[in-house]
C-alpha cells in the first residue's frame, strides 16, 4: 500500500502558516466533521463488493479493518472519506443519521481517477455517490460527496447564512453547525457539526497559481523554472497523492475564532489569521 496513505495531513498552525500556504488559489477546501484524532472515522475505504468494505488503520502490515458502519462499495473501489452523523429537524423531533462522505477518490469501480485534476475527481465522485445511494434500502448508510470549496472565497462559505450556533437536542449549550442543502425545500436540508477545514492541494509542487492583474485572469507560475502558463497542462495538476500529501488541517479547537462574531485567542490560528495572510498573498 502506498506510504502516504499512513501520513495524515499535517495541522495548519500560526508559525508554519506562511510556509504551507503560499496561494490562495492553490488549494481546495472540505469542511470535515470527525475529531482531530479520529482516524476510524476519516479514512480511506476499500471496498470488495456489497458489504466487503475495509478502513485503512495505517500501522502494520495488516492494516485493512472491517468497517462496521451497515456501508456497500462495488468491487476496485478506493476513495478518502469519512463517516459524519448528519442532523435534520428542530428540538425534539430533531433527527440524526449516519452517513459517509467523499473527501477525494482514487479509484472508482475500476475507474483509475487519480491523475485528474481535484475539481474533476469531485464531478466523478459525486456521481458515483449519487449512483450508489439506495432509496429501497434504509439499512444501508448514504453515501455522499463533500462540497468543494475554493479556499480564495472563505469569507463566502464560512458565512453566518450557512456557519451559525443551534441548540442541538440533548445539549444545553447551542454547537456551531454547517447547513448544508440538497435540494429545493426544507426537507432537503441538513446539518453537522464541523470540527475543521480540511485544504487540499490542487496545484502540484513546484507550480504555484497566481493572479494577473495586467491579464484579469489566473496563471501557473514553476517556482524552479520561473516559466509562467495560463494554460492548465497536465504538469500543474496535483495528481490526488499530491492533494493529499500537501494538504493541511485548520482544526476548530476550543477558543478558534471561526466567525466573525467569535473572539480570536492570542497563539491560536484564527479565522482574521488566514484571512489576512491570504488578502496580502495576491
Known sequence: MMKYMSRAPEDLTVANLLEKLRSAYDFRCVLLASTRDGRKDRAFYLGLGGRNVFRWEGRGYSSWMRVDTRLELPPDTLVYAEIVTEHRGEHKAQRKLTTLHFID???????????LHIVERHTYLKKFALALNKTSRP??????????Y??????EFLSPQRLHHRLMKGSPV??????????????????TVPTGLLLLKATKEPWMMAFSKSQNR???YNTLTRQSTFECQQ???APFKSSYSGGVVWWWDSGVQVLDSDEPTKGKLNRNDIISHLAAHR
Open 105 to 115: 477518490g482514487l479509484i472508482l469501480n475500476g475507474k483509475d481517477i487519480r491523475n
Open 139 to 148: 439499512d444501508l448508510a448514504p453515501i455522499r460527496c463533500k462540497q468543494l
Open 150 to 155: 475554493k479556499l480564495e472565497t472563505l469569507e
Open 174 to 191: 447551542p454547537k456551531r453547525v454547517f447547513t448544508e442543502v440538497e435540494g429545493d425545500t426544507d426537507r432537503d436540508t441538513f446539518y
Open 218 to 220: 489566473k496563471y501557473w
Open 235 to 237: 504538469d500543474v495538476i
